[in-house]
């Protein structure tokens, strides 16, 4: 079998508690640190602003980054005081959360996005901002953060054509990116389902939660007969297929 990184690392962050997550994020530093000509401390490449810079410099064509503004300080005290909500309710993602992010805020109407080759930059909108669901948008491109920093390292799956449509109807997607959809997907669901075993669910989280579970299972029906999968994608869905049955 073929070297697998993720079980390297003790699993997938925000499903598998063990994960060595300050082992991924060294990983991926060094990875930033060998497209930078300057060679920083490894350590200075946790910054999101050096990580964005080290894949701006390095790609000939230029990385497409929507269009956003600074947050403003009421924006990121709701950003910050949601982060906290969503620790205090999974304290193993105590970690998680701990990694330097940007927080920028969307021009346009896009809810959220992230951008692995914009590492560790989270985009909101003005949308997200005011919804009731800003934690799961939240934890939506956190997921998205981790998962980028694997890929950053090492492939999920080979190139496939873009042809897959995700469950909630968008088409277009390659099997990488089914990826990204299952793994924030099956985050959001241990989210919810935290929030029912604490008492604190609403009518509206328990919907979420049989759309996301849904969602998720939907996603690995696209991916599981692909064979596009590497040993890492493997581990992935299977970790995902497990967490979802428990």
Known sequence: MSYCLVAELGGLPMIDDEVKISTLATLACAIRQRLDNEKQSLAAYLQPELARACYHNAYTQPVTELDSVEMNKSDMEKILSTC??????????????????????????????????IPQHIYLGKNSLNSPRLAEYIIHEVSHTWIGMITEIAPLAERSEPI????????????????????????AVRYYREKVASGCNTIEDNMRLIYLEN??????????PSGKLTSNG????????RFLSS
């Open 164 to 187: 897959h449509v995700l469950p909630s109807g968008t088409s277009g997607k390659e099997i990488t990116q089914v990826m990204y959809a299952l793994t924030f997907a099956v985050s």
């Open 84 to 117: 906290k909500e969503v620790v205090s309710l999974v304290p193993k993602w105590q970690s998680i959360f701990s990694i330097p992010l940007c927080w920028r805020r969307l021009v346009g109407d896009i809810f959220s996005s992230s951008n692995p080759l």
């Open 234 to 241: 493997i581990f992935i869905a299977t970790s995902c297929h």
């Open 215 to 224: 969602y998720a299972d939907g996603c690995l029906k696209l991916i599981e």
